[in-house]
């Protein structure tokens, strides 16, 4: 597979078989996302991984706060409201997954089932949560936004979907207990790893993508 083969093929996988991901293979796709570039050469990512035991434990807790309806608290405040063009691409987005699924749009049960996939991690064996100093400015965000495009491509070389997710860092205090994360770091992001089942439902949807010229404007070319 070529550069521009794994980025055109990527996708969101939301349901995992139950065959874990090897330490070994872990590492090797974690060695990949290293070289991506960063100002200055920070390299400013501190990286935390939970598998086994330790994510079965930090799956239980998720649940458990959602269930008795605990606010998500992430450490990188969600958005209060899109602007319409990103909102009608989430929206469509939004409606091409419920007509995969045989659901209507807005249907609070379909809602409230994709919510607790978040929190189960979508049955992921893996879990990779990216974290920053919390002195550091939003330009080291886009640095991780770079790693985390970077760990997600080097997956797919050994055949490992992943996902990112905001939902999977909704309660960072849970992170930061189970993993040992400081509290002089932000949990930014979580990206989920595993190998997809192709047979559920959710994994059936790909994105609508804008054409690049909506995107893009060029003069002098």
Known sequence: ?????????RRSIRAFKPQPVSREVVLKILSAANWSPSWADTQPWEVFVA??????????????????GVPMANDVPRPKEWPPGPLQRMLDFVNARCAAMGVVPGNEAEREASMRRNFEFFDAPAA????????????????LGLYAQSLMLAAMEYSVGSVVAVNLTAYPDIIREELGVPEDYAVMIGIALG???PTDVNNQVRSIRRPVEDAVVMKGL
Do not use: K, Q
């Open 1 to 9: 597979m070529n550069v521009i083969e794994a980025i055109e093929s």
């Open 51 to 68: 598998g086994g035991e330790s994510l079965a434990t930090i799956r239980e807790r998720y649940l458990a706060r959602y269930s008795e």
């Open 128 to 143: 990779v949560f990216l974290c920053l100093h919390r002195d550091l400015s939003p330009w080291s965000y886009f640095d």
């Open 195 to 197: 190998y997809e089942d």
